[in-house]
């Protein structure tokens, strides 16, 4: 019985017991009287009081303690194991690679374009490669000698990869052709194309070794060696040898407190050797940066010691401090950041050629730049996943910088002479890049320069401002729309005027604006044509004075992969 029963029963038990008592005490207390009829004697019976309490029976039973021995005994099983297929992880299939890539066209002003490509398929051991490209023109223009130009690239490429490191070496060549077509034939007859011709080649072989550890307390190496040979058609040859090393390890010199200690340093030596017609000349230039970066919160810096070993004729060390610095304001959203460092680089032809190929390699002048100081603060950051954003502005100061002039000793004043002077340089700089998934992306840079110069009143074939805009469209991966442009403002060229005492008469050179168009439709994966529109606004603009470029121009292919 439980609980609730045992309550039920003993309320009832009560009741009735008051019930009992009330009864009797009514019939005691009355006077009875009694009529009879016949021979029966009435008998009265004494009445008894029920003296019995309700009780409650307890259905809790008490266990019994009980205690009890086990007597273990071994029983022989066997077991034998089944083994269980591995779990197969869904995910997307792995993109099909090609080995090879043609992309062949032809254009107007007689332009022939190709370039092919060869690599093996995804591997996690090796990759060889082989690349070729050509591109030329024997276009005109008009009231200009022959304009013709002839670009020309190969390399051979492999990379081994290793447990912790990886192994890459190239060879490639390179073969420029251009003509010093900057005069009027008409005023000066009887010089020929040949005549005018200019070639440049170059050979050259790297080798890279690196660590690709993913242990964080190991030390990070890597080492690169580079040597390459340029020769021209005037008798100038330049013989280049770099090394670049770079060392660094985590460490905890400030404590756990501090994140991403690193250690490192930096090692690099640039020699040249250079032979030209009427000189030879030598010079290297040795770069150590020993260096600490850490990053604590929202702060990341990084403090080093720039030290330049410029070796020729005279050896002089120029040591600068290399600091930075950045503040994340919010979660890498908007970042301040600020850099003070230095550099120096002996001039070579290469860097001349590269810049300016109708240079005269008979007289370049190689000396050393050397930016004495340069400062950069700015901002970056980002607005959601699709945005990003950089601006900032650097102050510098530079010893020698090369400034191409036109060589009036020669009677064309087609090739251009290399002189220097002392400049302090403010530059304004803008970067926004704007992706939407693979389908739409578009960038634009801006750049003002404010030019202080010691000597020269100008800082010759040098714009004050510049603006690049890149935009690329795919719609639905079948018809990819390309637009760039491509401006800056005027220049100034430094020509003499005519006498025993000649001077400086600056040349405004007319500001530009190369606007370009690209189509490209893609019949299938491995098939696709393409056309492309240059030099829309038809600017026959001048980079370099006497030398216009181009008007506008059409390219079109196609492209096969396989």
């Known amino acids: 019985m439980n609980k609730d029963q045992s309550t039920y029963f003993l309320k009832r038990a009560f009741i009735l017991g008051l019930l009992i008592i009330a009864f009797g005490s009514t019939v005691k207390s009355q006077k009875m009287t009694i009529v009879t009829t016949g021979p029966f004697t009435p008998i009265l019976y004494d009445a008894f009081k029920q003296n019995e309490n309700p009780k409650i029976n307890d259905t809790v039973v008490k266990k019994p303690e009980l205690t009890y021995t086990i007597n273990p005994k071994l029983y022989q099983t066997t077991f034998t194991v089944e083994p269980i297929k591995a779990a197969k992880i869904g995910g997307d299939p792995l993109v099909k690679f090609y080995k090879s890539y043609i992309r062949a066209g032809f254009g107007t002003k007689t332009t022939p374009y190709g370039e092919f490509y060869f690599n093996n398929l995804r591997s996690t051991e090796q990759s060889i490669g082989f690349y070729f490209r050509h591109i030329s023109s024997s276009g005109k223009i008009k009231n200009y000698a022959f304009p013709g130009y002839s670009d020309n690239e190969a390399a051979i490429y492999a990379s081994k990869f290793y447990k912790n ?45 690196k660590s690709t550890y993913r242990d964080s307390s190991k030390v990070n190496h890597s080492f690169f060696l580079r040597y390459s040979n340029l020769s021209d058609f005037y008798l100038a040859d330049e013989s280049e040898i770099l090394f670049k090393s770079a060392i660094d390890k985590k460490v905890k010199f400030l404590g756990k407190s501090i994140n991403s200690q690193d250690l490192g340093l930096v090692a690099n030596v640039d020699y040249f050797n250079d032979r030209t017609g009427v000189d030879t000349s030598w010079g290297a230039v ?137 400049a302090s340089i403010l530059n304004s700089h803008i970067e926004i890049t704007y992706q939407k998934s693979e389908k739409f992306n578009a960038m634009l840079i801006l750049n003002y320069n404010k030019y202080t110069m010691h000597t020269e009143k100008y800082a010759w074939h040098k714009p004050n401002s510049d603006v690049k805009f890149v935009f690329t469209y795919n719609l639905k991966d079948k018809i990819i729309l390309k637009a760039d442009v491509f401006a800056y403002s005027s220049t100034y060229a430094k020509t003499f005027s005519e006498g025993l005492n000649p001077t400086v008469i600056p040349v405004k050179l007319k500001g530009a604006a190369d606007f370009n168009l690209g189509l490209e439709y893609r019949y299938s994966k491995i098939l696709s044509a393409f056309l492309n529109f240059n030099n829309i606004a038809a600017e026959n603009y001048k980079q370099w004075y006497r030398y216009p470029s181009y008007g506008f121009n059409v390219l079109g292919g196609v492209t096969y992969a396989f």
């Open 286 to 422: 040795v770069k150590l940066l020993p260096h600490f970066s850490a990053s604590y919160d929202v702060l990341k810096f990084d403090i080093g010691c720039n030290v330049f070993i410029k070796a020729a004729d005279e050896t002089k060390v120029k040591p600068f401090p290399d600091l930075k610095l950045d503040v994340n304001l919010y979660n890498n959203v908007f970042i301040l950041y600020a850099r003070l460092t230095n550099d120096m680089e002996r001039n070579s032809l290469r860097s001349f050629s590269s810049e300016n190929p109708f240079v005269n390699t008979a007289f370049p002048g190689f000396e050393f730049t050397h930016t004495e100081m340069k400062f950069t603060g700015g901002f970056k950051g980002c607005l959601g996943s699709e945005l990003s954003f950089n601006a900032n502005v650097t102050q510098s100061k530079i010893d020698k910088l090369p400034l191409f002039v036109n060589d009036t000793t020669s009677k064309l004043m087609n090739k251009f002479l290399v002189i220097y002077d002392n």
């Open 165 to 209: 490191h990886a192994l890459t070496g190239s060879v490639d060549y390179n073969r420029n052709v251009v003509h010093y077509y900057g005069f009027n034939p008409a005023e000066n007859p009887g010089i020929s194309n040949d005549s005018i011709k200019q070639r440049f080649s170059n050979v050259a072989g790297q080798i890279g070794f």
